[in-house]
């Protein structure tokens, strides 16, 4: 599946006046918030520098795929001739820094700065990713590559976690170089590949690496609380759920909803300790080369059951090949803390797994402007549709 782009200019100064729109033409990816290819066809065309800003329109209800129409700003006045376009461009409470013309000059500016602070100084630039929950750019140099990733402000603390876990369990994440304190992170490149294709022999090395994760940071819970991170532990997470699923129908969901608080106080009673949750655990937030395996991605973290973790790994493998996973988790947690009680932890969590994620995409939702509600729309009735068939198998 590829997806067909249409690119409508605006001008390279900060106004961001418009200029037209490129003719439609072809990407291979279909996933909407990739734009490297974006940019590079449009280079290869027309011979443009262009940063794409954001999505403007798409042709279907949710991705991937489809006619997307995206905004872009130019470096230079196109040469070539551009259709004349109708499109609302007024300023939106919501819009990402990062989505406003001028945006990404500054974050780039900023990421020059520090990187030639650090003797690493760029010697080229490659926009990857622009969407609602992040920019991504690739920032090469003699010293290799480094990645400026930036993010909105509801995922703000994920640099204080990259700080935290390069400080207590070195070697598990990214390296977190630097920081604006607004979104904006200089990270360091990891070898290898993203691990999407992860057999359930790799799934289990994952797991290993976040039990010891998650052991050394029961520790410092408070420490990560107070840093930023969201606290999810018991009735802190039933409160947030509720409000944030207050806007949308819980029809399907109204029995776990109004036991949702005895459920997690008989989990807790269950034995383990909250801790840092990864918050979305599944392969392609892991990142290998066979001999180095990082969990990358760390913006959903949270502090709060460790059973989400796991659940989350094992939630696309049959029963069959999860089996084995979540019996070498329980009994890693068991060795640690004597007379807990995993195995029933897991089967009361189930159902709140999905439950916890249509409450963020709810949250994703509140938080952005509504050209880009199409990437997460759909995701808050199939998770509450998620939620309520685990309940019903308890």
């Not at 909105?152 to 920081?179: N, S």
């Not at 959903?300 to 084995?324: C, N």
Request: glycine share 8%.
């Amino acid at each position: 599946m590829s997806r067909a782009v249409t690119l409508v200019l605006v001008d390279r100064d900060r106004a961001g006046l418009p200029l037209g729109a490129l003719p439609p033409y072809e990407v291979p990816e279909p996933w909407w918030q990739e734009v490297g290819s974006v940019v590079g066809e449009a280079r290869r065309r027309y011979g443009l520098d262009l940063a794409v800003l954001r999505l403007l329109a798409a042709d279907r209800p949710e991705p991937p795929g489809g006619h997307l129409t995206y905004l872009g700003q130019v470096a230079q006045r196109p040469s070539v001739p551009l259709d004349p376009v109708s499109v609302d461009l007024s300023p939106h409470p919501l819009r990402a820094p990062w989505a406003e013309p001028g945006g990404p000059a500054r974050s780039l500016a900023w990421a020059t700065r520090e990187l030639d602070r650090l003797g690493r100084p760029v010697t080229a630039v490659a926009q990857q990713r622009t969407w609602n929950l992040s920019a991504i750019w690739r920032l090469d140099g003699d010293h290799g590559t480094t990645w400026l990733k930036q993010v909105p402000d509801f995922f703000r603390h994920e640099a204080a976690v990259l700080r935290w876990l390069g400080h207590a369990v070195p070697g598990t994440a990214q390296t977190l170089l630097a920081d604006d304190g607004s979104g904006r992170m200089l990270l360091d490149h990891v070898p290898g590949e993203d691990r999407y294709q992860a057999d359930a022999d790799e799934r289990a090395g994952v797991a290993a690496d976040q039990h010891a994760v998650q052991v050394r940071a029961a520790d410092d819970v408070a420490a990560l609380v107070a840093a930023g991170v969201p606290d999810r532990r018991g009735p802190a997470l039933a409160r947030w759920v509720r409000a944030a699923l207050a806007p949308h129908d819980v029809s399907t969901v109204d029995g776990l909803l109004t036991g949702l608080d005895d459920r997690l106080d008989e989990i807790r009673r269950c034995g383990l300790p909250d801790t840092l949750v990864h918050g979305d655990l599944h392969p392609g937030n892991v990142r290998g080369d066979g001999e180095r395996r990082v969990t990358i991605d760390w913006a959903d973290a949270f502090v709060g059951h460790p059973a989400f973790g796991i659940l989350r790994l094992t939630e696309t493998l049959d029963p069959a090949t999860a089996a084995p996973l979540l019996a070498a988790w329980a009994a890693r947690w068991r060795a640690d803390v004597p007379g807990c009680d995993p195995e029933r932890a897991v089967t009361l969590l189930r159902p709140v797994g999905p439950l916890r994620l249509a409450a963020v995409y709810a949250m994703f939702l509140v938080g952005i402007e509504p050209s880009e509600h199409p990437y997460h729309a759909g995701d808050v009735p199939a998770c509450l549709d998620r939620a309520a068939a685990e309940a019903k198998r308890d």
